[in-house]
């Protein structure tokens, strides 16, 4: 076999084999003369170039790149389609060292995923985009893309794109060049080997600008798509300069030089705003809560979220770790609601309950489909003042109170939560009745609702200690809690 000399390398930033079905693992799943090809290789080389492949993290969503994470040897992650530029918004913020990449086709960037991109641009997420735009949706057979030009025909434009029906194309870079934020925002193309240098030096400057701690950054690069387009590689290239150029014109459209203007609003910490101790240790001497995990379900219109938002609050003020999670159909009224409390000494890894400690259930529907979840030993406190016959639980200790009951009594329906509030405080001592009614009195100022809702704490917290200690409010088990 003759000798040859090898010149230029794969990148080490790209996998040597990749992991996909057995016999493919030296190529990629890419058409011949696909752009995302030259793209990843580009943006490969960067990485290497610039040291960055240990602390890269690739995002990329659905179109053909889906499958990036089997070249790319840096972090991957894979999101939801048009959600990349969220994802690698929180991956930024969490870990600010890191050199964070959306990588996203123009189906996925400028049509399910609009939003996500122009409010990350708008707040300036110290992020890399790399936008490759083939005009088309490549992935799913070649529909029509926002981007698609005017008279070039798609499967669901097979007579052309005509403006009276389907709008322009949309022009991303431009449109995002209006925004403030922005750092650098430039479009080139994959059309000859000129512009494929040029969009090698944009696609360097978009990762040195992250980072050096520039703010976003945006590469547009128009890019071939030979299988839809139904043209060979050459011709499909020849298309990109002939046709995709004229409309989408290259150039730079921001370029801050890294002059990112800081306009600087003061703010306030939340242990500010809610009159805490800023200082840890101390925050830890007062700690007193006990951790407790609790869901609260009924119809909207309960105050079952608010009940929640309530706990979630007095755990901040008794220097808890807190979270909040509601859940709620589109009714305001009568839909089921529910929310999520957890109250922790330590940092909350999730705000989703799948075995609450305690679960507030305000009507039976909730109790019949909540309870089965509740932890073993835990508490059920259900707003009736018995139980349904057919229902029996082994699992956990069930407390009736006729909430609703009590409320109406009180003159106002609204505070049934507020009675349920007062037992579960009672009964778990989780935290302190005093600080139940500091939050309250921030929410209600009228003294007249203010005496209502201390009067049914009181009587939650009473009904509980009074008539359920000394075993008045027997269960259908016979037991009585
Ligand atoms: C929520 C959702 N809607 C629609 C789809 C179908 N879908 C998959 S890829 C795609 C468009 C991809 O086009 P583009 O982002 O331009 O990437 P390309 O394939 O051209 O590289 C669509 C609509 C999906 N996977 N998920
Ligand atoms: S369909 Fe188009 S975008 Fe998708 S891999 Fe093939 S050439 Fe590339």
Redesign the pocket.
């Known amino acids: 076999m003759a000798e040859y000399e090898i010149l230029h390398e794969k990148s080490p930033v790209f996998y040597d084999r990749y992991e996909r079905k057995g016999e493919l693992q030296h190529q990629t799943h890419y058409c011949p003369g696909c752009g995302?090809g030259v793209a990843h290789k580009l943006i490969a080389e960067a990485i290497e170039d610039l040291g960055l492949q240990g602390k890269t993290i690739f995002v990329s969503p659905?179109?053909?790149?889906?499958f990036a994470y089997y070249y790319f040897n840096t972090g991957n992650v894979q999101v939801?389609?048009?959600r990349a530029p969220a994802a690698a918004t929180g991956i930024k913020r969490a870990c600010p060292d890191k050199i964070v990449i959306s990588y996203?086709?123009?189906?996925?960037?400028a049509?399910?995923g609009t939003a996500e991109i122009v409010h990350a641009a708008n707040r300036g997420e110290k992020i890399t985009v790399f936008f490759?735009n083939?005009a088309?949706?490549?992935?799913?057979g070649g529909?029509m893309?926002p981007t698609t030009m005017v008279g070039q025909t798609s499967t669901t434009s097979p007579w052309g794109r005509r403006p009276s029906n389907e709008g322009f194309p949309l022009h991303v870079s431009e449109m995002l060049a209006t925004l403030e934020a922005p750092v650098y925002i430039e479009r080139v193309a994959l059309s000859d080997n000129k512009n494929i240098m040029k969009a090698r030096k944009a696609i360097r400057k978009g990762l040195e600008l992250q980072r050096d701690g520039a703010g976003f950054s945006l590469v547009e690069i128009l890019s071939p798509?030979p299988t839809?387009w139904k043209k060979d590689p050459v011709e499909a290239r020849k298309w990109v300069a002939e046709k995709m150029i004229p409309v989408f014109p290259l150039g730079v459209f921001r370029d801050r030089k890294g002059e990112i203007p800081k306009i600087d609003v003061p703010q306030k910490s939340v242990a500010e705003v809610l009159e805490l101790c800023e200082d840890k240790a101390a925050a830890n001497g007062k700690r007193h809560g006990k951790p407790c995990s609790i869901k609260i379900a009924g119809f909207g219109g309960q105050g079952v979220l608010l009940l929640g938002v309530v706990l979630a609050e007095m755990g901040m003020r008794e220097h808890m770790e807190v979270s909040w999670l509601p859940s709620y159909g589109p009714e305001m009224r009568s839909g089921s609601a529910h929310c999520h409390v957890c109250l922790s000494k330590e940092r909350i890894g999730s705000p989703l309950i799948a075995h609450p400690q305690v679960l507030v259930a305000m009507n039976e529907q909730s109790l019949r489909k909540f309870a089965p979840t509740v932890a073993p030993g835990g508490l059920i406190l259900y707003n009736r003042d018995s139980l349904p016959e057919d229902f029996v639980i082994a699992h956990a200790r069930v407390i009736c109170v006729p909430a609703s009951e009590i409320a109406d009594r009180l003159g106002s329906a609204k505070v049934a939560n507020v009675v349920m509030l007062g037992a579960l405080l009672e009964e778990t001592e989780c935290m302190s009745a005093d600080t139940a009614m500091a939050v309250i009195e921030t929410a209600v100022k009228k003294p007249e609702l203010l005496k209502q809702n201390d009067e049914a704490l009181q009587a939650g917290r009473m009904y509980v200690d009074h008539q359920v200690r000394i075993g008045a409010v027997s269960q259908p088990d016979g037991f009585a809690y």
Request: charge should be negative.
């Open positions: 995302h659905v179109g053909c790149s889906v939801a389609h048009g996203q086709g123009d189906g996925d960037l049509a399910i490759v083939n088309i949706y490549g992935m799913t529909q893309a798509c839809i």
